[in-house]
């Protein structure tokens, strides 16, 4: 058993000042997908605040992560725009009917209340519920969805690749009135005293190319980048889920201060190509590892992770590729902080991190 020398608030408040630290930061990637853990169905969550934070609370309680947040999911801010979302009883919510159907209807769209539309008036107030009870052992954050994969439930995926091509114009028009919802949200949270991160599957390269990347994303992700830099003043940390190498350096010259990379990429490239700029966080397989592994299959993936990740410039945290899957046991995810604890302590020891146990 490793005894902790810093508690998670001491610990990140170190890290973000670039000061010593007892072992590396580790933030298991959870969230609504662990709502059966306070024996509650995902449903319920998604409409109560207090429910909202009393999950964060108990997680934090029983696996002492380094920072816990609340996400507006990828469909939040959607919604609040007009989407119809499905919220299941035992799964994530998914799009039943997106905003705009018709390139007509764009000009009907309408930038979100974060204090009125949608399920954000819950997710402000979760957030203010989970900063009073937490702030003073833990860092508190917001997630939030980038602007080009809100749109993606906006006006659907399969008509927002269809009308990058057939109407561009009225793609950047979306856009614009979906980096001012986001922007709203910001303002919002910057008021709680928080810092906000961004999730943004859409924007991946396994879903549209760089060239699309950098004309209908990049622009309004870096507007959102600015207000949370100007609101909050720091930088956000960003997750893009599957392949993003081609546009990492789009996305750290945008701002960024941390980029999360999923499980397809690798760690030691990221290291190579852009952890002198930012921290880089990641990336334990939360599938095939953290669901469905065993002791030593999660033991050697984060030893894996620590061995290419820990000596980057400017930090590194212990995460996983992506978000934890429902149903995936609790002593699991004990079992990846435990091995943060063990393999991350510092000094490193580089001979524990290449010898397999």
């Given at each position: 058993?490793?005894?902790?020398?810093?508690?998670?608030?001491?610990?990140?408040?170190?890290?973000?000042?670039?000061?010593?630290?007892?072992?590396?930061?580790?933030?298991?990637?959870?969230?609504?997908?662990?709502?059966?853990?306070?024996?509650?169905?995902?449903?319920?969550?998604?409409?109560?605040?207090?429910?909202?934070?009393?999950?964060?609370?108990?997680?934090?309680?029983?696996?002492?992560?380094?920072?816990?947040?609340?996400?507006?999911?990828?469909?939040?801010?959607?919604?609040?725009?007009?989407?119809?979302?499905?919220?299941?009883?035992?799964?994530?919510?998914?799009?039943?009917?997106?905003?705009?159907?018709?390139?007509?209807?764009?000009?009907?769209?309408?930038?979100?209340d974060p204090w009125k539309d949608?399920?954000?008036?819950?997710?402000?107030?979760?957030?203010?519920?989970?900063?009073?009870?937490?702030?003073?052992?833990?860092?508190?954050?917001?997630?939030?969805?980038?602007?080009?994969?809100?749109?993606?439930?906006?006006?659907?995926?399969?008509?927002?690749?269809?009308?990058?091509?057939?109407?561009?114009?009225?793609?950047?028009?979306?856009?614009?009135?979906?980096?001012?919802?986001?922007?709203?949200?910001?303002?919002?949270?910057?008021?709680?005293?928080?810092?906000?991160?961004?999730?943004?599957?859409?924007s991946s390269t396994s879903v549209?190319?760089?060239?699309?990347?950098?004309?209908?994303?990049?622009?309004?992700?870096?507007?959102?980048?600015?207000?949370?830099?100007?609101?909050?003043?720091?930088?956000?940390?960003?997750?893009?889920?599957?392949?993003?190498?081609?546009?990492?350096?789009?996305?750290?010259?945008?701002?960024?201060?941390?980029?999360?990379?999923?499980?397809?990429?690798?760690?030691?490239?990221?290291?190579?190509?852009?952890?002198?700029?930012?921290?880089?966080?990641?990336?334990?397989?939360?599938?095939?590892?953290?669901?469905?592994?065993?002791?030593?299959?999660?033991?050697?993936?984060?030893?894996?992770?620590?061995?290419?990740?820990?000596?980057?410039?400017?930090?590194?945290?212990?995460?996983?590729?992506?978000?934890?899957?429902?149903?995936?046991?609790?002593?699991?995810?004990?079992?990846?902080?435990?091995?943060?604890?063990?393999?991350?302590?510092?000094?490193?020891?580089?001979?524990?991190?290449?010898?397999?146990?």
């Amino acid at each position: 058993m490793v005894v902790e020398q810093m508690t998670p608030r001491e610990r990140m408040d170190a890290f973000s000042k670039g000061q010593e630290i007892d072992r590396v930061i580790c933030v298991p990637d959870m969230g609504v997908t662990m709502a059966p853990f306070i024996n509650v169905k995902a449903s319920e969550y998604y409409h109560s605040p207090q429910l909202m934070a009393d999950l964060e609370i108990a997680l934090f309680k029983r696996l002492r992560h380094d920072s816990v947040s609340i996400s507006t999911s990828l469909r939040g801010m959607a919604e609040a725009m007009g989407a119809k979302v499905c919220y299941p009883d035992y799964n994530i919510s998914y799009l039943l009917e997106p905003a705009v159907k018709s390139i007509e209807q764009v000009e009907y769209l309408k930038v979100a209340d974060p204090w009125k539309d949608g399920k954000l008036p819950v997710l402000l107030r979760a957030l203010q519920l989970t900063r009073d009870a937490l702030i003073e052992d833990v860092d508190v954050g917001a997630a939030m969805t980038g602007p080009f994969s809100v749109a993606a439930s906006v006006v659907g995926t399969e008509n927002l690749l269809r009308w990058m091509i057939k109407h561009p114009k009225k793609v950047h028009t979306v856009m614009e009135i979906i980096a001012e919802s986001n922007n709203r949200y910001i303002e919002e949270v910057a008021k709680l005293g928080l810092g906000v991160g961004f999730a943004d599957p859409v924007s991946s390269t396994s879903v549209i190319s760089p060239k699309q990347f950098r004309e209908f994303s990049l622009p309004y992700l870096k507007q959102n980048i600015d207000k949370i830099k100007e609101t909050t003043k720091s930088s956000p940390a960003i997750h893009v889920c599957g392949t993003s190498r081609e546009i990492w350096e789009d996305i750290v010259q945008a701002g960024v201060s941390n980029f999360s990379i999923d499980n397809v990429e690798d760690l030691a490239e990221a290291k190579k190509v852009m952890g002198n700029r930012v921290i880089i966080t990641g990336n334990v397989p939360p599938v095939d590892v953290i669901h469905k592994g065993n002791k030593s299959d999660i033991f050697n993936s984060v030893r894996q992770c620590i061995l290419k990740g820990h000596d980057s410039p400017k930090g590194y945290i212990l995460s996983t590729g992506c978000q934890i899957p429902m149903h995936t046991p609790i002593e699991n995810i004990e079992l990846f902080m435990e091995a943060g604890k063990y393999y991350g302590q510092y000094p490193i020891n580089e001979n524990l991190l290449k010898s397999r146990q």
